[in-house]
C-alpha cells in the first residue's frame, strides 16, 4: 500500500502524455515532481489502480442480514432482542433499531387501541339504545361505570410494531 499521496487526474494525463512522447520513467518523475516508483507503477496498473479507500470499521451487518431483518419485522409485533435471536445475529440491539430506522419503508408505530366500529356495531348498538328507550324504574337496577382500566401489577405500556409503508 502506497504512503504518499494518490495521483491526481491531472498528473495521470502528464504521465500519459510524456510516456507517449517518449520520455523515461526517470525524467517524467522528475518533471512531475513524483518519485520513480509511482510512475512505473502507474504505468504498469493503468486500469487496475486501487479504488478510492474506505475510511471507518467495516459494516456490522451485511445486505442480506439487513433484508431478513426487514422481511422479519416488517408489520409484526416483536422487539428488537426476539428479532436478534430469531435471527441469530451478533450484533447488539442498537445495531437492528439502526437498520430498521435506516429505511424508508419501515417505520415504528404505535397499535391502535381497538378497531374502529364498522356500521354493523352502530347499527346493533342503536338498536340496543333504542330497545331500553320505553324503561323507568329499571335504571336504578344497573350499576354504571365509565370503563376505566385499572392496572394493579403496573403499566401494560403502549403496544407498538415496525410498520411496513408498502403494504
Known amino acids: 500500500m502506497g504512503r504518499g499521496r494518490l495521483l491526481i487526474d491531472f498528473e495521470?494525463?502528464?504521465?500519459d502524455a510524456f510516456h507517449k512522447s517518449?520520455?523515461?520513467?526517470?525524467?517524467?518523475?522528475?518533471?512531475?515532481?513524483?518519485?520513480?516508483?509511482?510512475?512505473?507503477?502507474y504505468l504498469k496498473n493503468k486500469h487496475n489502480l486501487p479504488k478510492k479507500v474506505r475510511f471507518g470499521s467495516k459494516p456490522k451487518l451485511s445486505p442480506r442480514e439487513k433484508r431478513?431483518?426487514?422481511?422479519?419485522?416488517?408489520?409484526?409485533?416483536?422487539s428488537l432482542?426476539?428479532?436478534k435471536h430469531n435471527l441469530q445475529l451478533?450484533?447488539?440491539?442498537?445495531?437492528?433499531?439502526?437498520?430498521l430506522l435506516a429505511t424508508e419503508n419501515?417505520?415504528?408505530?404505535?397499535?391502535?387501541?381497538?378497531?374502529?366500529?364498522?356500521?354493523?356495531?352502530k347499527q346493533a348498538r342503536l338498536e340496543w339504545a333504542n330497545g331500553k328507550i320505553g324503561w323507568g324504574t329499571e335504571w336504578h337496577h344497573v350499576v354504571w361505570s365509565d370503563e376505566k382500566k385499572f392496572n394493579l401489577d403496573g403499566p401494560d405500556g403502549y403496544a407498538s410494531y415496525w410498520h411496513d409503508l408498502r403494504k
Not at 495521470?12 to 504521465?15: A, C, L, S, V
Not at 517518449?22 to 512505473?40: H, Q
Not at 451478533?90 to 437498520?99: C, G
Not at 408505530?109 to 356500521?119: D, N, S
Open 68 to 78: 431478513m431483518i426487514f422481511k422479519e419485522a416488517s408489520n409484526k409485533s416483536i
Open 81 to 83: 432482542a426476539k428479532l
Open 22 to 41: 517518449g520520455y523515461s520513467n526517470r525524467k517524467i518523475a522528475k518533471v512531475i515532481g513524483r518519485s520513480e516508483c509511482s510512475i512505473r507503477n
Open 12 to 15: 495521470k494525463g502528464q504521465i
Open 90 to 99: 451478533n450484533v447488539s440491539k442498537s445495531t437492528v433499531r439502526r437498520a
Open 106 to 121: 419501515i417505520k415504528f408505530a404505535k397499535k391502535v387501541r381497538k378497531p374502529p366500529l364498522t356500521p354493523a356495531h
